[in-house]
């Protein structure tokens, strides 16, 4: 199956840049009409937050790799009826790409510029997240050992980082969404009050992977993930924490749900 033959309508690709357009308009006719450097600030707020505005509620799951994160956010999605985004997918995919045209992962130049000029269409089939990279749908590969072993150097190249966030960002345009990552929370949609942080200790975390049958250096990544320049793993100041190492999902999305519903979201699950 190719991109093209997508329905366009499932496509967020360019969801919410008619919105961008009108609020730089704005902005244009108000340097026009008022050269005042703080008018034109207070309308660039009003801009920037209709632009926040416009999106759907979000709950973010962030946390280290195998925490649970992603059998957490999709069963979750589930029971909100929400769209279910792995922004993890997303660097895999670059990352495989990248590996595929036998680029060095740690050639941040190369890796930039064939991530720019990739095709990644990226859609929603019923209410999970799917990708597209130069019309091949990646989703075997993702979890190759070489793209485990190579993921944390791609997604610390920002310009990597800001195709992803602006794909992760358009899915919100439209959709209500459980999006899982690493900077879900802290970066990409700071302004959500439904932030969590999943945890789970290191040996539940190891036995978790190799039960998967992967080969996956997760304390590196870790490690590479919390310490890199760009949108770090952090733990947001407002994210509840939930440690997943004694729990079953069940009993994780269930706490989930506990505390949306404390926090006042609807939920009918
Ligand atoms: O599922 P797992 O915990 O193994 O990781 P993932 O969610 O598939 O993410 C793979 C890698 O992508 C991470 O190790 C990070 O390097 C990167 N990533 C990121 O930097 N930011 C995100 N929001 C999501 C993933």
């Not at 416009?54 to 649970?68: E, L, M, Q, T, W």
């Not at 059998?71 to 792995?86: D, I, K, M, P, Y």
């Not at 740690?106 to 930039?112: A, P």
């Not at 990739?118 to 070489?146: G, K, M, S, W």
């Amino acid at each position: 199956m190719v991109a093209a033959s997508l329905p366009a309508a499932l496509d967020p690709a360019t969801a919410g840049e008619g919105r961008a357009k009108r609020g730089a308009e704005l902005i244009k006719q108000h340097r026009f009409a008022s050269p005042s450097g703080r008018r034109l600030q207070l309308i660039r707020v009003v801009f920037m937050s209709s632009n926040r505005q416009s999106f759907h509620r979000v709950v973010a799951i962030d946390g280290p790799a195998a925490s649970g994160k992603s059998s957490v956010a999709r069963e979750l999605a589930q029971r909100l009826g929400f769209a279910h985004v792995n922004s993890g997918a997303i660097y895999r995919a670059i990352t495989w790409h990248i590996l595929q045209k036998g680029i060095d992962a740690g050639d941040s130049d190369r890796v930039t510029q064939t991530a720019e000029s990739a095709e990644i269409t990226c859609y929603l089939q019923d209410n999970e997240a799917h990708i597209f990279i130069d019309n091949v749908d990646p989703t075997d590969y993702l979890r190759e050992d070489r793209v485990n072993e190579s993921v944390s150097r791609v997604s610390s190249v920002p310009r990597v980082r800001r195709i992803v966030e602006h794909k992760t960002r358009e899915y919100a345009r439209s959709h209500d969404v459980v999006m899982e990552g690493r900077d879900i929370g802290s970066v990409v949609f700071p302004d959500t009050p439904y932030k969590f942080y999943i945890v789970a200790s290191r040996e539940v975390r190891l036995r978790r992977r190799a039960a998967q049958g992967q080969r996956d250096e997760i304390t590196m990544r870790d490690h590479a993930d919390s310490s890199r320049l760009v949108s770090p793993l952090v733990l947001a100041k407002d994210a509840h924490v939930i440690d997943t190492s004694h729990l079953t999902i069940e009993g994780v999305v269930s706490e989930v749900v506990a505390r949306l519903k404390e926090m006042g979201l609807k939920v009918s699950a």
